[in-house]
């Protein structure tokens, strides 16, 4: 019991149910990563073998972090937790499809297509078809081709769906997800979506291999059990067998990933498809104060379908939210910054984050940060393995192995420069085109550019090709990329635009080296490599030493911070303005918003513009406040004024008695006061800007912009329910509200 001795009761209770299927249901800062590692090291101590335990998360640093504090927990006992399977669910299903690959007709070394080269594919195969990036932006493209295959909808149910809809739309891009998944199968590669769904297929349709994996894995933890989509859900399932030993963990109110194919309500499912299950609610918080859980469960509260939960905090009550009303988005970002330069000045120790709803908000805060000289990071940047020189060098490994691989050709067939430009590449695509080769086959048969000036260029790379095949067929990782950076000149020429360009791109090249020789020494194969550098995410490069992180709500999700502040709380910021028309889509939002509540330890404050330039317009916008400050009940919050000068000076905000009218979003609950009448600039050419008013249809509204003059002005108007809707005044029938 000496592991247990550290656990409260409720965790314990997890960790000791063992036999048959577990939802913990868990709170933000409740353990429950705690709870999963540690029933790792219970089972591993009851002997159970390391390899019969499978544990499942989201991120790369996840699943290393809860390695790393299993093989911590059973230093003292001598146990081996090396051969426990952790990992993220897109990397489990990669090691499962190499090893059943043969049983769905893949190749063993089939290539990982990371986003980057799922964008570059299908704008492959959108030139293919003559249609324009501009009618068909390529990353909305990938977006619907992802939704498709994530609901088990193919290019042909897609087709069939656009005709019976009579939308020509629809039908272009049925055509482009047919000649992108063409494109995958000639280059033996699969998307981040085909792993999963193959993964399905696998252990679906052949009895036999997933009732190896059953007998195989006899206990499954899946950590962030809200996240998972369709295809996750259906591998837990299958994964479970008889046994059904599967604890879930996880927590209703921090699913925000609808956009990527998460479904809310999953929690809730398991315990209808699983009639027998244990549910355990952790409920002692050890992040946040009390002060912070009250104000996130009471906006949490008005989504719909929870299981529910209270949570306690261990640190007290804490001193109450903060409020601030910024003129201006720069206003805004000068008091933020403000009252970090105090915060950091007096606890240098000290972690700040601030936290928006989409990655460009970060600009006016990094101008900000740059002026007082404080250290930041914006997380959610290129990480390493997404860095344009590394991308390039494992390109040139993909190829060696896989020719055939059209996008890993284009990556650098130029690259370095080598005289190959955009005219012999459009030939060379013609030419794939009749005669269904890959450019490879094209380049290799040399039978069209013959005489050519180019054609010596392209000799030349068929050469080195050919030459890197033949030489490093049997290489290790770090000698391959090594003799592959050497041979192609590449690392010189990277040198080179270094010594111009006063960068150290090719310190990148070089730690790319040294990822693969550490890659050797650990066992790894290069295809170990090459999932890593595919598999990695944002989140994993997040540094706890630098002391302010500027990041998206989503970026957020599984950190916590001493002081956080959140910005931007505008309707059509948060909620965005994409999800205010349907109740699910701002019940998501309100679930992003409790994420960003709950990240706070002991300091958290809100703050909004009053007007924010929006892309495209000179003129400043009015806005309104978001719904979600409504929802925090008064005594909890107090409004703060203060600037760059003088940081930080709080006053008893006095409640507004319009505000329930001016802002409600949902009268029958009890609304609490924390905007203002937008007031225009001063010296505005427009004094109607700001003017409350209402209308027949769509009750009161903000006036946000005026166009043209005389009786055909007309004026766009913000509408609580309904959106911005443009009016001609003299038939619109306004009333001052």
């Not at 977006?143 to 769906?161: F, W």
């Not at 009268?667 to 001063?682: A, I, V």
Request: some cysteine; glycine content about 6%; aromatic content about 8%.
């Amino acid at each position: 019991m000496t592991l247990l001795n550290s656990l409260n009761k409720r965790q314990r209770e997890a960790v000791l149910t063992t036999e048959g299927p577990l939802l913990v249901l868990a709170g933000a800062g409740t353990g429950k990563t705690r709870v999963i590692t540690y029933r790792i090291a219970h089972l591993l101590e009851q002997g159970i073998p390391g390899n019969a335990i499978l544990a499942v998360t989201f991120t790369n640093k996840a699943a290393e972090v809860m390695k790393q504090r299993i093989i911590d927990l059973l230093r003292s006992s001598g146990r081996d937790a090396s051969d426990v399977w952790v990992s993220t669910f897109h990397s489990f299903c990669a090691r499962l499809l190499r090893r059943e690959a043969k049983n769905l007709g893949l190749p063993r070394d089939f290539a990982i297509y990371d986003d980057d080269n799922q964008k570059t594919a299908i704008k492959r195969a959108m030139d293919q078809l003559g249609f324009s990036a501009e009618d068909y932006p390529p990353r909305s493209v990938r977006a619907q081709v992802s939704h498709a295959k994530n609901n088990g909808i193919t290019a042909d149910d897609m087709e069939a769906e656009a005709e019976r809809s009579r939308d020509p739309d629809r039908k272009d891009v049925a055509a482009i997800f047919r000649a992108y998944e063409t494109m995958l199968r000639n280059a033996n590669a699969l998307d981040f979506d085909d792993l999963l769904l193959r993964a399905v297929e696998l252990l679906r349709e052949h009895p036999k291999v997933r009732e190896a994996w059953n007998s195989r894995f006899q206990y499954l933890m899946v950590d962030e059990f809200q996240d998972t989509n369709r295809a996750q859900e259906e591998i837990v399932r299958l994964l479970a067998g008889s046994r059904k030993n599967v604890c879930v963990v996880g927590d209703e109110d921090q699913s925000i990933y609808g956009w990527r194919g998460a479904r809310a309500g999953n929690l809730k499912r398991f315990t209808e498809d699983l009639p027998h299950v244990k549910i355990i609610r952790l409920d002692e918080n050890y992040r946040s104060t009390q002060t912070i859980l009250d104000a996130a469960a009471a906006v949490v509260e008005n989504n719909t379908g929870r299981l529910g939960k209270t949570l306690q905090a261990t640190l007290g009550a804490g001193s109450k939210l903060r409020f601030f009303e910024a003129p201006d988005a720069p206003a805004e970002a000068e008091f933020i910054c403000g009252e970090i330069a105090t915060l950091v000045r007096s606890d240098p120790d000290a972690r700040v984050a601030v936290l928006y709803r989409t990655g460009a908000q970060s600009r006016s805060f990094e101008e900000v940060l740059r002026r007082l000289g404080i250290r930041y990071r914006v997380v959610g940047g290129f990480s390493f393995y997404e860095r344009a020189e590394v991308r390039n060098a494992l390109a040139y490994v993909r190829l060696l192995f896989h020719p055939e691989d059209d996008v890993a050709l284009l990556r650098v067939l130029n690259v370095p420069p080598r005289g190959i430009g955009a005219v012999t590449v459009s030939m060379l695509e013609s030419r794939t085109r009749e005669t269904k080769q890959s450019l490879w086959d094209v380049i290799r048969s040399g039978e069209f550019l013959t005489g050519k000036k180019f054609s010596g260029a392209l000799h030349y790379f068929r050469q080195m090709m050919e030459d890197l095949q033949a030489e490093c067929a049997d290489m290790s990782p770090s000698h391959l990329i090594e003799r592959v950076l050497e041979q192609t000149g590449y690392l010189d020429w990277v040198e080179q635009q270094d010594n111009l360009e006063h960068t150290s791109r090719a310190d990148n090249l070089r730690e790319l080296a040294n990822a693969m020789a550490e890659a050797t020494e650990q066992g790894q194969t290069l295809e170990d490599v090459l999932d890593r550098a595919a598999l990695v995410a944002d989140s994993d490069e997040y540094d706890e030493t630098i002391p302010v992180s500027l990041m998206t709500l989503h970026s957020a999700k599984g950190l916590e911070f001493d002081a956080v502040f959140l910005a931007g709380l505008e309707e059509g910021v948060l909620p965005h303005s994409r999800s205010v028309d349907k109740t699910a889509d701002v019940e998501e939002e309100r679930r992003l918003f409790y994420v960003g509540m709950t990240r706070a330890k002991q300091s958290l404050c809100f703050s909004r513009a009053i007007y924010r330039r929006s892309y495209g317009e000179e003129r400043l916008r009015a806005s309104l406040p978001s719904r979600f400050l409504a929802e925090i009940p008064g005594e909890l919050i107090e409004a703060v004024s203060g600037s760059l000068a003088e940081p930080g000076e709080t006053r008893r905000y006095e409640p507004d008695p319009d505000y329930a009218e001016r802002y409600s979003y949902r009268p029958e609950k009890r609304r609490t006061s924390y905007g203002q009448t937008p007031k225009p600039p001063r010296g505005s050419k427009d004094p109607l800007i700001g003017t409350r008013v209402r209308h027949s249809k769509y009750g009161v509204g903000t006036i946000i912009e005026i166009e043209g003059e005389g009786e055909e002005r007309k004026l766009t108007v913000s509408f609580q329910n309904y959106g911005a809707k443009k009016l001609i005044e003299r038939y619109a029938n306004l009333q001052l509200a």
